[in-house]
Nanobody, 126 residues
């Protein structure tokens, strides 16, 4: 199983960036896929999730609602996070994660996540 994030980097406040997560080794469409971030010196923060099925229901933390958009391409086994109107407080390492069940995902329950990526750094600076 592999989850490989890409697309992080340096962005100015108010700018945009898109993260990608390439998945392999498991049935991508069966899993809830999430983005979780960790700011410097802080704990993990759940950012957003998308249902694995065709309906693709999406969920967002209040801190990013209206600015970030999660999406996926099941044919490419790839998860995305479009980030707009970025703020300095969005600076963090962003992780892609997969969950077979929804329960506990937004609460970051330890056993809610089956697979994790290695993370990609997003730095918002002025």
């Amino acid at each position: 199983v592999q989850l490989v994030e890409s697309g992080g980097g340096l962005v100015q406040p108010g700018g945009s960036s898109r993260l990608s997560c390439a998945a392999s080794g498991f049935t991508f469409s069966f899993y809830y896929m999430s983005w979780v971030r960790q700011a410097p010196g802080k704990g993990l923060e759940w950012v957003s999730s998308i249902h694995g099925g065709g309906g693709g229901s999406t969920y967002y933390a209040d801190s990013v609602k209206g600015r970030f958009t999660i999406s996926k391409d099941n044919a490419k086994n790839t998860l995305y996070l479009q980030m707009n109107s970025l703020k300095p407080e969005d600076t963090a390492v962003y992780y892609c994660a997969a969950s077979f069940r929804w329960g506990g995902v937004s609460r970051l329950d330890q056993d809610a996540y089956n697979y994790w990526g290695q993370g990609t750094q997003v730095t918002v600076y002025s």
